[in-house]
């Protein structure tokens, strides 16, 4: 496994510890913050790919423009 900054070796015991920490801090909130953090992801999906499309269409685009230009 991959040592971390201040963590050199996290193996299963210390990550359920970790979580178990985390579910006391958050509680009842974390139901709230789940969903709040699924929702971020679905929006920078569809920012990604809103962006990826621009680019293919550019792509496509720039790909019609040489065809239809003569060559000399």
């Known amino acids: ?4 900054a201040f963590l050199p070796s ?3 015991v210390e990550m359920v ?5 985390c579910l006391l ?4 909130r974390l139901p709230s913050v789940m969903r709040s ?10 920012g990604v790919s809103g962006i990826e499309d ?9 790909k019609k423009q040489e065809s239809t ?3 000399a």
Do not use: W, Y
């Open 1 to 4: 496994m991959m040592p971390l």
């Open 10 to 12: 996290l193996g299963p």
């Open 17 to 21: 510890v970790v979580a178990g920490v």
């Open 25 to 28: 801090f958050f509680g009842n």
């Open 37 to 46: 953090l699924g929702k971020s992801v679905t929006e920078f999906k569809k």
């Open 54 to 62: 621009d680019i293919d269409r550019q792509v496509s685009s720039e």
């Open 69 to 71: 230009s003569p060559h």
